[in-house]
């Protein structure tokens, strides 16, 4: 066979290629979810940070022929994952919230310690008094942690500014995150995510500076893709968010919101109606919440190791909401509050033992749905000709093996857009 491709990268001798291919334009949902494309003894090639070739090591040495100082790497039978996504982070902040512990365990509930002006509003004291010097170095540590771990592509989240300046100040450090760091990450103002202290008497002004003030400004900076409210009792109502969410789509943002964690209150079903990209959390969804979300292309984004960490008794639904159709994404909610956890390998394993995922269903919920809950399915999210090639190099010899195993990470490599960024 001729040699018609000409790669500056090439990755041989997955013992298990997990591709996770064929998905770029839906979900994947009920008996799709554990459809996770195996090739054994896989490899992969790539040219200018993208994947060109998909095949067994046999037919892509045959085909492909390298560019002089192409990288090379011989995987030795170990598993080969798309690079991991994580769809749902709180990465920028200041400080942290250690000494709530003892609170949670004595059984002082999560809305309980906010009320009490701890909890978020403790957040939004330090990083309002911190530095974009400050903030950056924080993320950027966090950033390396889960890039470590096989994450390389985030969502991440504003809100611990709560005013418009501070709310710009988080998003310009994601913005210089991104330009920085190998890690993608797509950008969501999350403005709506505590009532701040000094508009504790009248809540509802706080919900007019967002929709007259924030989310304007917000809009003509560019520099969020994605608004998101935290919809929860105590903190925004249906009502409260229905109206940010529309004003922010009328003003060209995608959705996402914060639903039915800890309290029903209905935010699956206006997530539905109002075609948000995706709910989040829906440990305490109704029926018709499902039933509805399994009906529209919202994708369900499932954070177990935020009920792991809040101790939470409730984990979401999630075999009622697969067997019903919605689609389900996975992610680990890093915060400094409710889920300290930014490793996606330790929700893989809670996944499994908590929400009775399957390990084939787990690795779809990290890679292709979670990427379209950010609506980045169409360059991430699965090895395909055409996407980034961002892969995962784990030391396992079989798919399972990663979620078996709890604790440790097992990543061997990282490769982002065709560069060895971890493991080198
Ligand atoms: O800092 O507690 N749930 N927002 C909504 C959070 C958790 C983050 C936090
Ligand atoms: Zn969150």
């Known amino acids: 066979m001729a040699k018609d491709m000409k790669a500056d990268f090439l990755l041989i001798n997955a013992g298990q290629l997990v591709t996770v291919a064929g998905n770029s334009d839906h979900p994947k949902r009920r008996e799709e979810l554990p459809e996770i494309g195996v090739i054994t003894d896989g490899a992969v090639a790539a040219r200018d940070g993208n994947v060109i070739a998909v095949g ?28 991991l996504v994580d769809p749902h982070t ?10 709530e512990l003892e609170m949670k365990i004595q059984g002082v509930p999560y809305l309980e310690i906010l009320a009490r002006g701890g909890g978020i509003l403790d957040t939004v004291r330090s990083t309002r008094a911190a530095s974009r010097e400050e903030l ?41 995150l991104q330009e920085a760091h190998p890690v993608d990450l797509v950008s969501t103002f999350l403005g709506a995510h505590a009532i701040p202290e000094e508009y504790k008497e009248n809540p509802d ?117 697969i067997e019903k159709g919605a689609a389900v994404a996975l992610s680990s909610d890093f915060n400094p509050g409710s889920s300290p956890v930014n490793s996606l390998q330790i929700v893989m394993g809670i996944a499994c033992r908590q929400l009775k995922m399957a390990p084939a269903e787990v690795i779809s919920a990290v890679t292709i749905n979670a990427a379209h809950a950010i609506g980045c399915a169409s360059s991430v999210g699965s090895i395909e000709v055409g996407k980034k090639a961002d892969l995962v190099v784990f030391d396992a010899k079989d798919y399972r093996y990663l979620m078996y195993r709890f604790g440790t990470n097992l990543v061997d490599k990282v490769i982002k857009s065709g560069r060895v960024v971890v493991g080198g």
Do not use: W
């Not at 090591?57 to 080969?80: C, F, N, P, R, Y």
């Not at 966090?142 to 988080?170: C, F, N, P, R, V």
């Not at 917000?218 to 229905?242: I, K, P, T, Y």
């Not at 935010?267 to 109606?273: D, I, R, V």
């Open 136 to 176: 950056f170095r924080a993320a950027e540590k966090y950033l390396d942690e889960m890039l470590a771990q096989g994450t390389t592509t985030a969502e991440a989240k504003s809100g611990y500014g709560l005013t418009l300046d501070d709310e710009l100040k988080t998003l310009e450090v994601t913005r210089d």
């Open 56 to 83: 067994s090591t046999s037919d892509l040495q045959k085909s492909v022929e390298l560019e002089e100082g192409a990288v090379v790497i011989d995987a030795q039978g170990k598993v080969v994952l798309p690079g």
């Open 205 to 321: 002004d706080f919900v007019e500076l967002i929709i007259q003030e924030m989310l304007p400004a917000v809009s003509r900076s560019g520099l969020a893709r994605f608004c998101d409210v935290f919809c929860e009792d105590g903190v925004f109502s249906v009502e409260q968010s229905r109206r940010i969410l529309s004003e922010a789509k009328r003003l060209g943002f995608e959705l996402k919101i914060h639903a039915d964690e800890m309290v029903p209150l209905g935010g699956a079903e206006l997530a539905a109606e109002l075609g948000a990209v995706s709910a989040d959390h829906l440990m305490v969804i109704s029926d018709q919440g499902i039933e509805m979300l399994a009906a529209s292309d919202t994708v369900a984004v499932l954070l177990p190791a935020t009920t792991f960490c809040v101790m939470g008794e409730q984990y979401a639904p999630a075999r009622k909401m």
């Open 90 to 99: 709180h990465v920028v902040f200041a400080g942290s919230r250690e000494h």
